[in-house]
């Protein structure tokens, strides 16, 4: 059992910055790549961003490629959300997601994770 849990989340005025971290722990905390999604309450949950364990990240590039940065740190098993720059459009609950099988390219949807965390509310106001 892996467990993933996040941090960070909170509201924030158009232009400012959050930074959301997720932390993962229990039997394997070994993990290929991490990645980030949101959701908006009655839409599908999109991709964000992910990084492998070797520091290859990957962007949406539509919606947040420029503002968005992710990063790991391998030894506490954590990654990370740098958000600037953010947007009212950016509002969601955000989760972290983690998947321990290689698998080329880097995956973008998420059915292609393993374990997921319980999310975390990121609200812009404009």
Do not use: H
């Not at 059992?1 to 722990?25: D, I, W």
């Not at 990654?79 to 321990?100: G, H, I, N, W």
């Amino acid at each position: 059992q892996v467990q993933l849990v996040e941090s960070g989340g909170g509201l924030v005025q158009a232009g400012g910055s959050l930074r959301l971290s997720c932390a993962a722990s229990g039997r394997t905390a070994y993990s290929y790549v991490m990645g980030w999604f949101r959701q908006v309450l009655g839409k599908e949950r999109e991709f964000v961003a992910a990084i492998t364990r070797s520091g290859e990240s990957t962007y949406d590039v539509d919606s947040v490629e420029g503002r968005f940065t992710i990063s790991r740190d391998n030894a506490k098993n954590t990654v990370y959300l740098q958000m600037s720059s953010l947007k009212p459009e950016d509002t969601a609950t955000y989760y972290c997601a983690a998947r321990f099988r290689g698998i080329r390219p880097v995956p973008k949807t998420s059915g292609q994770y393993d374990y997921w965390g319980q999310g975390t509310q990121v609200t812009v106001s404009s």
